[in-house]
């Protein structure tokens, strides 16, 4: 049996961040990863970062894959050629519903090579809780983690990671704290577990902490999938909204060359309905590299990677997520990087 690892957690809580450093930490210990990475309209820019770190990157651009694209994901699971060695990580976006994807990958009889799924939650401890009406769908994520891994704790006070191990315990989240290292050392344990002894770790391989009972018939109604209300899509800004948790993304077409000052100017004014940015750019500053950039949240700082002279994705671009976005002032903010006004 091969390894199934789904990484959780709210937009822009870290779980790219996280890959990159998983990763490495798996191939020292010689393991074979491939990812699939799932999120609004353009997986590919995320994919895009993990370039030369995994042996395969595949994308899942759109619906949840707990929903609308979970026969992408089956198909896409279902093609993993397995071997000793290989493990499987799928990044799940940000409004993914956890519990529902875990019962749906564990009852799907295509599946059975895989073990169940081992969920990773990515606790952003900076923003934990702070997300107003959507702190319920980042507590939903957690609880039903078998693991747990907080980031950015280098950025916050100790006062504040005491405030959120304490909501934690309070909201009973079980999932076991790991660093990077010993994740790593609990996934290729499990994958030698898996390889030496199948049937008898398979009904024990991952217990995803949500309480339930995963080896009954696979004919389980799923009494709570939610819908997606796909509305007006736009010929550069196709729009997914997400019925239950409120969600909508756009994407826009970038100029192919842009000033630094000006894009950084656009993605520090940003409306507050922007809970991501996410994208690629070309700065006029540095000629023939591109750089993927992202923004969360209204206060914090836009980051940028540089992934080369060619990436795969060659399209400058936007892509904003957030609830009830203000589409025209989205678009006027990117016609006045085109014309040059900012």
Known sequence: ???????????????????KGILPALQERRLRPAVIINDYQNARVDAEQLTGLASEVSAISGDCVCCGSREEL???????????????????NGTTDSEQLIEMLALEPALKAFSLPVQLSVVDAQRWQKRFWHNALEREQARTASHLFLSRTDTVPAARLADVEASLEHLHIRGRRVTLASFAEEIAALEAELRDEPQRTAEKAACCGCGHDHAHDHAHDHA?????????????????????????????????????????????????????AKGLVHFAESPGEYFIFQKVDRFDEPQYFPVGREPKVKTPLALFIGPDLPEEKLREAVAALREGGI
């Open 224 to 276: 709570h999938d939610h819908a997606h209300d796909h509305g007006g899509r736009h010929h550069d800004a196709p729009d997914h909204r997400h019925a239950d948790h409120h969600f909508s993304s756009m994407e826009i077409s970038l100029p192919e060359v842009v000033s630094r000052r000006s894009f950084h100017h656009v993605l520090k004014h940003l409306p507050d309905e922007v809970i991501r």
């Open 74 to 92: 089956v198909s896409a699971l279902e093609r993993f050629e397995h071997a000793p060695g290989r493990i499987v990580l799928v990044e799940t």
């Open 1 to 19: 049996m091969t390894p199934l690892v789904l990484l959780v957690g709210f937009l822009g809580s870290g779980k790219t961040t996280f890959l």
